[in-house]
């Protein structure tokens, strides 16, 4: 499958090292064709194209800080019929929500891409965990939100490929859950020293 990232940081990287050895083939959507993250991609061999590239793809990753989603859609350009993945968390420079309960970044995402497919995905977990998630003795759970079922799916195999159990959360409004959730990981991450070599599974009881 062609998969552009848009964002060559620490979830694009992972994502896009990740698919790469799955056998998809992975370009990066930049501001920049240099500078430390467009450098170190393109060593790894992968191709950078520009931003207005990015709709050249089955699948689009958005993976920029929450500040910069608005202008790299529109850089991008139309991503109408795309499955766009959003991978983003709406956080401040405080490490907060800056919006939840009403609205989500994935929402916004979607008003910010007419017609694109657009699937919440892959902001619950650390980046480290991404291309690593075959390492847990249980499978982490990768759960996805959308309006379209189709993209779910695809989104979805994605998702396992890296090692993941795929939950379908739902509608595109779930996305207002599971970004607080991501929250919750940082908080569990950082202020209660979990480190980052942890995600969440879901088990089950047989009876
Ligand atoms: N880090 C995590 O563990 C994690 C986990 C889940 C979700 N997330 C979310 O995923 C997103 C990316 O996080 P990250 O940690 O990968 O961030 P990061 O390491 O800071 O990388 C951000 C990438 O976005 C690019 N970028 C910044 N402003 C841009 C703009 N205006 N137009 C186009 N590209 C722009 C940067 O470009 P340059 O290369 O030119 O600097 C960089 O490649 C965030 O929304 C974050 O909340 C992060």
Redesign the pocket.
Known sequence: MDITI???????QALGAGWRKCGHDVVYA???AS????DTVAAQGFRVVS?KEAADADVVVL????P?VA??LQ?AGSLAGKIVID???P?TRELELALGFNDSAGETVARLTPAARVVKA??TT??GNMATAHAFAAKPMMPLAGDDAEAKTVVAKLAEELGFEAIDAGRLTAARLLEPL?MFWIKLAYAQNFGRNFAFSVIRRER
């Open positions: 848009i964002g060559a940081g620490n979830v694009g930049l501001r920049a500078g430390k993250n467009a931003l993976a920029v800080p929450w910069a202008e790299a850089a991978a983003t968390n956080l892959f902001n650390g980046a991501a």
